[in-house]
């Protein structure tokens, strides 16, 4: 299996940011420049799912240019409504034009407003909440079965998704069949269409249900790359599936939309593309 947005593991730098083999960028630059990327495709016509993208941005930076091996490993981006945050990483990685971003989600574009399966880095089209981590458990059951003990499976989740039955469903699965390999990462932003997900329906404490399912868990602060990095680096070293809590802020970067429900789906006018990167600019978020 093949991710292709991704570098090989390499040790932290003295400030504790990983930087991409291939590239050369540092994890921070990297989400520097997905964040940038999601403002812009926020700011078409068709708008985008502004708050949830930046949130995992982080995540996706340490992921793709920190943690995985793009010819050994797979990655599930299961909320898939946080393709900009994918795009925006795609095309930093350099898989990507980074004048198709203009393009999001228009007609005639590739880049639809849930990842399609024929993209660089995308396995399978995603976007049906609920369903990525089941397809995870099928890749490393795969990778069980063939006794390949090196190939790692992530899953990217929303933590609104984890309100989907069929979530439920695959953790029991992935803990019986002591699935080690399997990584899943929740954007624990607390945050989702409409409401906080704790007054939708509760998921806490979310770190014993995961540990009553036979997950070993890693609660890490998802802003923080030194943190994250040392949650995702390894497989667990007890034979379960590794579940990493996320600890994150919708909108993150843009003060004006953080802990936003409204922030969830969004346009942005002219004035307001300028004003958010005006704020990540000051806030040392965008890299030119």
Same mark, same amino acid.
């Given at each position: 299996?093949?991710?292709?947005?991704?570098?090989?593991?390499?040790?932290?730098?003295?400030?504790?940011?990983?930087?991409?083999?291939?590239?050369?960028?540092?994890?921070?630059?990297?989400? +520097?420049?997905?964040?940038?990327?999601?403002?812009?495709?926020?700011?078409?016509?068709?708008?985008?799912?502004?708050?949830?993208?930046?949130?995992?941005?982080?995540?996706?930076?340490?992921?793709?240019?920190?943690?995985?091996?793009?010819?050994?490993?797979?990655?599930?981006?299961?909320?898939?409504?946080?393709?900009?945050?994918?795009?925006?990483?795609?095309?930093?990685?350099?898989? !990507?034009?980074?004048?198709?971003?203009?393009?999001?989600?228009?007609?005639?574009?590739?880049?639809?407003?849930?990842?399609?399966?024929?993209?660089?880095?995308?396995?399978?089209?995603?976007?049906?909440?609920?369903?990525?981590?089941?397809?995870?458990?099928?890749?490393?059951?795969?990778?069980?079965?063939?006794?390949?003990?090196?190939?790692?499976?992530?899953? +990217?989740?929303?933590?609104?998704?984890?309100?989907?039955?069929?979530?439920?469903?695959?953790?029991?699965?992935?803990?019986?069949?002591?699935?080690?390999?399997?990584?899943?990462?929740?954007?624990?932003?607390?945050?989702?269409?409409?409401?906080?997900?704790?007054?939708?329906?509760? !998921?806490?404490? !979310?770190?014993?249900?995961?540990?009553?399912?036979?997950?070993?868990?890693?609660?890490?602060?998802?802003?923080?790359?030194?943190?994250?990095?040392?949650? +995702?680096?390894?497989?667990?070293?007890?034979?379960?599936?590794?579940?990493?809590?996320?600890?994150?802020?919708?909108?993150?970067?843009?003060?004006?939309?953080?802990?936003?429900?409204?922030?969830?789906?969004?346009?942005?006018?002219?004035?307001?593309?300028?004003?958010?990167?005006?704020?990540?600019?000051?806030?040392?978020?965008?890299?030119?």
């Amino acid at each position: 299996m093949t991710a292709p947005v991704t570098t090989a593991a390499q040790p932290p730098s003295a400030t504790g940011v990983t930087t991409g083999v291939a590239t050369g960028v540092s994890t921070e630059e990297a989400a +520097l420049r997905i964040r940038r990327g999601i403002v812009d495709m926020a700011a078409g016509k068709q708008g985008a799912h502004l708050g949830g993208s930046l949130s995992c941005a982080d995540v996706m930076a340490v992921l793709h240019f920190g943690v995985l091996d793009p010819s050994r490993d797979s990655f599930i981006l299961s909320k898939g409504h946080a393709a900009p945050a994918l795009y925006a990483a795609l095309a930093a990685r350099g898989l !990507l034009d980074e004048a198709e971003l203009e393009g999001y989600a228009s007609p005639g574009s590739r880049l639809f407003g849930h990842p399609s399966r024929g993209l660089p880095g995308v396995e399978f089209s995603t976007g049906s909440l609920g369903h990525g981590l089941a397809l995870g458990c099928g890749l490393a059951l795969a990778g069980q079965l063939r006794g390949d003990t090196s190939e790692r499976v992530f899953v +990217l989740m929303g933590d609104g998704e984890l309100q989907e039955g069929s979530v439920w469903e695959s953790l029991m699965f992935a803990g019986h069949r002591k699935l080690s390999h399997l990584t899943a990462i929740v954007d624990r932003n607390g945050l989702q269409q409409s409401a906080s997900t704790e007054d939708s329906l509760t !998921l806490e404490p !979310l770190g014993d249900r995961l540990r009553s399912f036979g997950w070993e868990v890693r609660e890490t602060d998802g802003h923080d790359h030194g943190s994250l990095r040392t949650a +995702l680096a390894a497989p667990s070293a007890s034979g379960r599936p590794v579940a990493v809590v996320a600890r994150t802020v919708k909108g993150r970067g843009v003060p004006f939309l953080e802990r936003r429900v409204a922030s969830h789906y969004a346009t942005l006018n002219p004035a307001l593309r300028r004003r958010a990167l005006a704020a990540l600019r000051a806030a040392g978020q965008v890299a030119r």
